[in-house]
């Protein structure tokens, strides 16, 4: 069992969100291929939100699994 908190953790919700991620790609590429500009800018708004909470967790996993034991 991961302790609350831990880098494993973080790196699970990571990997979730990476396939959420993928899931919101492919999304854009259906859009793209229809030629809908507009809803193919909001998918790409949350692509960019996704990237951003990715990005804080793996910071979040990195910190932890640097900082000592208690």
Same mark, same amino acid.
């Given at each position: 069992?991961t #302790?609350p908190g831990? @880098?494993?953790?973080?790196?699970? +919700? %990571?990997? !979730?969100?990476?396939?959420?991620?993928?899931a919101? *790609?492919e999304e854009l590429? *259906?859009? %793209?291929?229809?030629?809908d500009a507009e /809803? /193919?800018?909001?998918v790409l708004?949350?692509? @960019?939100?996704l990237?951003? #909470?990715v !990005? $804080?967790?793996?910071a979040k /996993? +990195?910190? *932890? $699994?640097? %900082? =000592?034991? =208690?």
């Amino acid at each position: 069992m991961t #302790e609350p908190g831990s @880098a494993d953790e973080a790196l699970g +919700r %990571a990997e !979730e969100l990476l396939e959420r991620l993928k899931a919101t *790609r492919e999304e854009l590429e *259906r859009l %793209a291929a229809q030629e809908d500009a507009e /809803a /193919a800018v909001e998918v790409l708004t949350e692509l @960019a939100e996704l990237a951003k #909470e990715v !990005e $804080a967790e793996l910071a979040k /996993a +990195r910190a *932890r $699994a640097n %900082a =000592p034991s =208690p």
